[in-house]
């Protein structure tokens, strides 16, 4: 059973940085596509990021220039780098698989962003 944990979230002003990671058990990480999705309050879940296993990369258009995925697959670990936070950003933030969701999601890491 793949299990997934975000971190890195927290309360920042408009503007400023996080680096969320997400460590994934198991030992097909290598071999899968994975993506970066949030959910903001009342809204569904959206991808935001992702990157498949050979390093193409695609974002959303709302974090295109300012987000910046990537993984490491001695970890098992991806990334997502987000500059220039803006309040509209605000959301739980997950990982998983792409283009569709394989495995249960995990708790998420919340990102507020407020002045």
């Known amino acids: 059973q793949v299990q997934l944990v975000e971190s890195g979230g927290g309360l920042v002003q408009p503007g400023e940085s996080l680096r969320l990671s997400c460590a994934a058990s198991?030992?097909?990480?290598?071999?899968?596509?994975m993506a970066w999705y949030r959910r903001a309050p009342g809204k569904q879940r959206d991808m935001v990021a992702f990157?498949?296993?050979?390093?193409?990369?695609n974002y959303a258009d709302s974090v295109k220039g300012r987000f910046t995925i990537s993984r490491d697959n001695a970890k098992n670990t991806v990334y997502l780098q987000m500059n220039s936070l803006k309040p509209e950003d605000t959301a739980v933030y997950y990982c998983?698989?792409?283009?569709?969701?394989?495995?249960?999601w995990g708790q998420g890491t919340q990102v507020t962003v407020s002045s």
């Open positions: 998983n698989t792409h283009p569709q969701p394989l495995y249960s």
């Open positions: 198991g030992t097909i990480f290598s071999i899968a596509n």
């Open positions: 990157i498949t296993r050979s390093g193409y990369i």
